[in-house]
Nanobody, 120 residues
Framework: QVQLVESGGGLVQTGGSLRLSCAAS????????MAWYRQALGKQRELVAL???????NYADSVKGRFTISRDNAKNTVALQMDSLKPEDTAVYYC??????????????WGQGTQVTISS
């Protein structure tokens, strides 16, 4: 089984910064795309940023220039550096990874989510 555990959420003021981290563990052969999603109260879950195994990245328009996604393939981790935070960034942030396990089929796994709250 594969587990993803996020950390780094919290409460910051507008204009502040937070860094989210996510570690994948378990029977992992390799990981393809890793990504961060978020879901604000009453809204649909949306893609924030993704990074491929070769380091290519893609960002939601709303976070371009403010957020940076990175990964460490050796440690099976992905991070999201969030700068110039706005109240509209308030949401639960989820880490996800497309994992090729040691046994079984490729599958996507999700973390439990971490709350990010930006005060105005």
């Amino acid at each position: 089984q594969v587990q993803l555990v996020e950390s780094g959420g919290g409460l910051v003021q507008t204009g502040g910064s937070l860094r989210l981290s996510c570690a994948a563990s378990g029977s992992i052969r390799s990981i393809n795309t890793m990504a961060w999603y978020r879901q604000a109260l009453g809204k649909q879950r949306e893609l924030v940023a993704l990074i491929t195994s070769t380091g290519s990245t893609n960002y939601a328009d709303s976070v371009k220039g403010r957020f940076t996604i990175s990964r460490d393939n050796a440690k099976n981790t992905v991070a999201l550096q969030m700068d110039s935070l706005k109240p509209e960034d308030t949401a639960v942030y989820y880490c996800t990874a497309v994992v090729i396990p040691v046994w079984g089929r490729i599958n996507d796994f999700w973390g439990q989510g971490t709350q990010v709250t930006i005060s105005s």
